[in-house]
T-cell receptor, first 117, second 111 residues
Framework: DVKVTQSSRYLVKRTGEKVFLECVQDMDHENMFWYRQDPGLGLRLIYFSYDVKMKEKGDIPEGYSVSREKKERFSLILESASTNQTSMYLC????????????????FGQGTRLTVV | QKEVEQDPGPLSVPEGAIVSLNCTYSNSAFQYFMWYRQYSRKGPELLMYTYSSGNKEDGRFTAQVDKSSKYISLFIRDSQPSDSATYLCAIEETSGSRLTFGEGTQLTVNP
């Protein structure tokens, strides 16, 4: 059974704190992604990584950074948490490279609901 | 303008109804089209994928793509209460690259 595991389901942090969200996948996938999901805005890509130590900005990278030191682990870092970063954060992984005509199946974790007070 | 537009609903239908969910997209380079289903307090899961214009059927679900109109649809026949979820369209330019998601449509099927 494939699995993407996020370290916390719920987190409450204070404004200005440094926050780490951890994600681990056990499928040997090359690609890993961090999204945030907000009502009315849907899923928005924050950062993604195609390989170890590689990262690319998504659509809303401001205020976030990422780390991928090992293939199975992708961390999202909020350098100084702010109330507008209160959201549901979803990590996903997918197989890299061309899958022919199949399209990418991304596997998602359960999500971390972060509240910044 | 968003790259992918999806009516967020909410959509409420009686059990047994035919449901139509739709997305439009702006980038003609998109080649792969997917529908994900997300149950409450869960991450999204892939429901269907297709890469060509036309219809693809899987049980009660049919995915339809019209590349000339940049329009994709998901039809659910004989809808069941267990179909109650948020449905997200997802599109990508090349296989194995990043996905661009629609906002998601929240569907409730009433017994």
């Amino acid at each position: 059974d494939v699995k993407v595991t996020q370290s916390s389901r719920y987190l409450v942090k204070r404004t200005g704190e440094k926050v780490f969200l951890e994600c681990v996948q056990d499928m040997d996938h090359e690609n890993m992604f961090w999204y945030r999901q907000d009502p009315g805005l849907g899923l928005r890509l924050i950062y993604f990584s195609y390989d170890v130590k590689m990262k690319e900005k998504g659509d809303i990278p401001e205020g976030y950074s990422v780390s991928r030191e090992k293939k199975e682990r992708f961390s999202l870092i909020l350098e100084s948490a702010s109330t507008n970063q209160t959201s549901m954060y979803l990590c996903a992984s997918s197989q890299g490279g061309s899958q022919g005509r199949r399209g990418t199946e991304a596997f998602f974790g359960q999500g971390t609901r972060l509240t910044v007070v | 303008q968003k790259e992918v537009e999806q009516d967020p609903g909410p959509l409420s239908v009686p059990e047994g109804a035919i449901v139509s969910l739709n997305c439009t997209y702006s980038n003609s380079a998109f080649q792969y089209f997917m529908w994900y289903r997300q149950y409450s307090r869960k991450g999204p899961e892939l429901l269907m994928y297709t890469y060509s214009s036309g219809n693809k059927e899987d049980g009660r679900f049919t995915a339809q793509v019209d590349k000339s109109s940049k329009y994709i649809s998901l039809f659910i026949r004989d809808s069941q209460p267990s179909d109650s979820a948020t449905y997200l369209c997802a599109i990508e330019e090349t296989s194995g690259s990043r996905l661009t998601f629609g906002e998601g449509t929240q569907l409730t099927v009433n017994p």
